[in-house]
Structures are given as C-alpha cells and as structure tokens.
C-alpha cells in the first residue's frame, strides 16, 4: 500500500498527519515494510489492533498488571510484548510534533523518566471495531485519557489515566498512537526494523496466541523484580525547601534544580529526585502550539462500559465471569506432595493469621488460595500477609476480588445503597490491586499422590456459580467439562470455594472439594473456627481455633460500612443445610 494511501480513512482522519507524514523518514519506511501484506493483514494489523507502551514509570509505581486488567474488561486482548529502551533521542522523535510547544524543562523532565529504565510495549487486539470509520487506535487513544487527567474520576467514565491515579503531569505511566497513521509512524521511531517487523507480525495475527496475556504479565513481573517499586506520591518525595518559592521558580534556577536532580552523584533515591522534578514542572504552560494535535474529533469521551454485569428481569446478574481474555490456558504447577487450600478469607487477618501458623500449613509445598482475599474489613493487611509467603502462595480470582478490581477500574459502578462497595476496593494500595488484577481465573496442581487437581472460586466455568454437597451429577458433569476443555483429560479432583463449605464427595466419576471457609465459614462449630483442607497424601479437612473477638474488634476499628453484617455472620453463620438449599436454587450468586 502507498504512503499516500494510508493517510487516507479510516487510517486517519487529519489533515495535518496528511500533510506532514509523506515526508516523515519513520512512516515512509515502516509503510515500505506494509507492502508485503495483504489488504485484510493491513485491516487486522491497522484497523483492529495497536499498542500500549508503559513507561517506567508504569513499572516502579506497578501500574502494569491492573492497566492490563482494565484494557481486558474493555475488550483489548494481548497479541505480544517487547521491550524497549528510550533515549533522549528516541523520546524526541517519537513525540517531535508535540514537544515543540513543551517548555524545555518539561522536555528535561521526561528525559529523567524515561532514561530510568525501560519500558514494555504491548500488541493489543480489539474485535468490537465494527463501526464505519472506527479504529482500535482511536478506541485505545480514547480509552487512555489525555496526560492531564488526574485521580479517580467522580462522574462520568473512567479512562486508564483516571484508573491508574495520575498525579503529576509528566507521570502518566502509558502512551498509544492516537490513530493508525500515528502506529505506523511511531513503530518506525521505536523499533530497529527485525523488531519493528516482529511487532507487525504480532499484529497482523489472525488470533490472540493463547498464551500472550500470561506472557505480557511474565515480562512486567520481571521488570518489577528489576527495578524496585516506589509510590510516586508527592508526599513521599517533597519538594526541598531550598527549590519552594511562593510562585515558580526563574528559568535558570529551574534549569540549575533539574540538572542537579538528574546528577547520578545525588545521594537521594533515584525516583524521589524524579518526583520531584515532576513537581518543579507541574502546571507550567505550553510555550507554543503543537504542531500536530489529536485527531479531529478524538478523546471526546470514550464509550466505558458504565457497568460491568448484565441483569435479567429480577436483577441477578446473568454472566457468569469465566477467565479473562488475557488468561490462555490456567497455569500448571507441580508436582508436589502436599498442598494446603484455603479458601474465602474475606479480610479476615486474625483468622487468616492463625491458619498461616499451622505446621501443616508451614510445611506444605504450596498454599492455595481459591479466591475471595481481601473482600472484607482489613484488605490490605489480607494483600500484606499473602504476599508474605512468596512464590509458595498460590491465588484464583474469587467474584469479590474481581468486583474490587472492576470498581476501581471504573467499569463497575457501586451500588448507590451499598458503601461498602466504594470503601473496600479504596482501602487497597496500589500494589494490592494489581496483585489483585493479576490473580487468574483457575490453575492446575498436579499432585503426587491425588494426580491432577483443578482449583477455582465458584467453577470451572464461572467465578460464581455455587458447587456444593448437593450439586447434581448432571451438572457437575457440565461445569466440570469446562475443566477439560481449558486443561484438557484428567482433571480427577476439582477444588471450589464460593459457597464457604467444607466437604469431600465423588460425583460424575470426579472428587468436588470444598475446603471451606477460613475468614466467613458458614458451619455449625463454635465461633472462631477457620477451615481449611489439606491435600496429600489424601484429602483431610482440617480446622484452626482463632480468637473471635480480636476478630471482632478488628472489624470495627478498620471503619467498615458493612462490619453490622460482617460480625452478625461470623458470630452466627447460616447452617450448612441452609446454604446448600439456597444455592441449589440460586445456581449463581454474584
């Protein structure tokens, strides 16, 4: 296809990008490399695919995963990832029609950032791209938000700058190409060509590989454990107050603070000196017009799903929440002799920490968790003490983990009648909630003495749909096929939590483990029991004495809106035969 041919629909809609990228060196020799592909590889690659690149600052303020999250839930599925690395060079021509209106310390200032580290492109794939005209460049660089979007919105959709808590101008975490023009042109800026072509191949793939999402968030947990993790939070790195001035700096003496900021002899932290830098150049005005701007039209407010569920007539909501799109097949681990399960913690840390103690719990090989974590008074004491057992700890996304995420990635909308909603999913760090987005939908355990088991929160087909003792061998049968269908034959034991029962039953030639319950169980012992399961060499269900009314107590200092509710269900739980009558009739409970 000819240069001039892509700078025309849907590829872009801007005079200027018509006027200018004919003679821009990295469009014309990326649309060269086009040449070879056929119309519907231009259409797939162009039109229905872009990219996402964080930036380190994405990586030290651990931005990735619940970006990726929030992309997923509005329907980007990953296609692949590389890394890359950004000079002063690479930063100015990527952006060479825009930063002529930057003022020069601004420019300084990006250039600390991005000199950091490296950042992490990611291939994505939008099929809802239907519309004439419509491109998932444009949906992508709609969705993103502008660089001076700030916070959680309070009204109207959220977009990824919104979600991700952008607080300072120059830390914004991500960029996208605003059109497909712009795609082709910037792939050319920030890829030698053997790596620009294997990003147009991943984006001329006719489907999403399996594996990719895994994959993208394999890359950013390595980069993680490369560069360590800072809040970026002005209040953990102030502006000095030598550099505070009751209005802004001169000229010389910014210039003079930001170089003294990026000297590598500094002896504060390298992200404090960039926070703080950021700070410095917060709010200072453009110098003159860009210029090239968004596209006609563009970032007008991008169409976010208001609200993640469907309901039917009476109000249940009527998807059943399988794996995400970015998941591929669960993860397989293994094999190992003893695996201790615990299950529907519900923030519950006096419960969750007197399981952890046990020597059974100590000793095994892994501990799984089978979801609900942190939906309950103390999230983010919950998040702490998982993330303390390491790599040892296994966790499967239960439906209240996913609400949190989804609430505060704003495609969810809390309840008007239920603070808790609100409160709970705020009271998560940053870190917590992209553990949290990363938890996948199930994974697989091969164990040496039961062979391969299969553990999720509600089944294997939906993260709320209830499995109890009294579950039909007619649908245990079906929910269990969605089992093999994502791991494939021999899945012998299937472990599900949801319901907050302890049981152990053969049913449709398959062993259904509930391990019950630690932070909410729904039993008739005494108050202040958590139960958990133990796997291998056989299945022994087993339950820890706690103290309640630290619990309790717990539970009314965190400020919980819910904690009436809360402390009413752990003093006197429903009876097991309760629950099992309720949830064979219900099916699902969201």
């Known amino acids: 296809m000819a240069v001039d041919d892509l700078l025309q629909l849907p590829f872009t809609r801007d005079p200027v990008r018509r006027s200018v990228y004919p003679d821009d060196i990295y469009f014309r020799e990326t649309a060269a490399l086009l040449e070879q592909w056929d119309d519907e590889q231009l259409d797939r690659m162009l039109c229905r695919s872009s990219f996402v690149m964080f930036k380190p600052d994405a990586v030290v303020g651990r931005r990735i995963e619940p970006a990726l999250a929030f992309l997923a839930d509005h329907g980007f599925q990953v296609l692949g990832c590389a890394v890359l690395e950004l000079d002063p060079r690479i930063h100015r021509e990527l952006w060479r029609y825009q930063l002529n209106a930057a003022p020069l310390a601004v420019v300084r200032t990006v250039d600390l950032i991005l000199e950091s580290g490296p950042c992490l492109l990611v291939a994505l794939r939008h099929e809802g791209t239907a519309a004439p005209g419509e491109t998932a460049p444009g949906l992508l660089a709609e969705l993103k938000g502008s660089s001076g979007d700030r916070g959680k919105q309070g009204g109207g959709a959220a977009t990824l700058r919104t979600v991700l808590g952008c607080e300072l101008l120059c830390l914004n975490f991500v960029h996208a190409p605003d059109d497909p023009a712009d795609l082709v042109r910037e792939l050319g800026v920030l890829l030698p060509r053997p790596e620009r072509e294997a990003v147009l191949a991943m984006l001329a793939a006719e489907e999403p590989p399996a594996r990719a999402g895994v994959e993208a968030l394999d890359a950013a947990r390595r980069l993680y454990a490369a560069h360590p993790a800072h809040p970026l939070d002005p209040g953990a790195a102030p502006v000095p107050e030598a550099l505070r001035r009751p209005g802004r700096l001169s000229g010389p003496e910014l210039s003079a603070a930001l170089d003294a900021l990026g000297d590598p002899g500094d002896p504060r932290p390298r992200w404090d000196r ?86 059974e719990v100590r000793a095994a090989d892994l501990v799984v968790l089978c979801g609900d974590l942190t939906w309950g008074p103390e999230p983010q004491a919950t998040y702490e003490l998982i993330a303390g057992l390491g790599e040892r700890a296994l966790c499967v996304r239960g439906n209240g983990d996913r609400y949190a995420r989804e609430i505060a990635a704003g495609v969810r909308q809390p309840a008007p009648d239920r603070p808790r909603e609100r409160w709970i999913p705020d009271r998560h760090s940053a870190e917590a909630m992209a553990f949290l987005a990363a938890v996948p939908f199930g994974l697989v355990v091969e164990i040496e003495t039961l062979g391969t088991a299969f553990f999720c929160h509600g089944s294997p087909r939906s993260d709320h749909e209830l499995v109890t003792p009294g579950t039909s061998a007619e649908r245990f049968a079906e929910l269990a096929g969605s089992a093999d269908a994502s791991v494939g034959a021999g899945v012998g034991l299937i472990v599900t939590g949801h319901t907050h029962l302890q049981f152990d039953r053969t049913v449709a030639g398959r062993r259904s483990v509930g391990p019950g319950s630690v932070g909410l169980p729904y039993h008739s012992g005494e108050p202040g029991t958590a139960y958990w399961t133990l796997l291998g060499p056989g299945i022994a269900h087993r339950s820890t004495r706690y103290d309640v009314t630290e619990a309790v107590e717990r539970a009314r200092r965190s400020g919980d809106p819910g904690v009436d509710r809360y402390v009413s269900t752990l003093l006197d739980p429903p009876t097991p035969e309760e629950i099992i009558a309720d949830a064979e009739a219900r099916l699902f409970a969201n």
């Not at 950021?278 to 210029?291: C, I, S, T």
């Not at 007539?313 to 695996?339: L, N």
């Open 274 to 359: 960039i926070v703080i830098a950021a700070q410095l150049v917060e709010g200072l005005p453009a110098e003159r017009r860009p210029l090239i701007g968004p596209p006609p039209g563009a970032r007008k407010g991008h169409r976010a799903r208001k609200a993640a569920g469907k309901a039917d007539a009476s109000g249940v909501d009527t998807v059943r929440y399988g794996p995400a799109d970015w998941e591929g097949p669960p993860r397989r681990y293994g094999p190992v002799e003893r695996v201790a399960v615990l299950s529907d913690t519900h923030g519950n840390v006096a419960a969750l920490a007197a399981v952890l103690a046990e020597p």
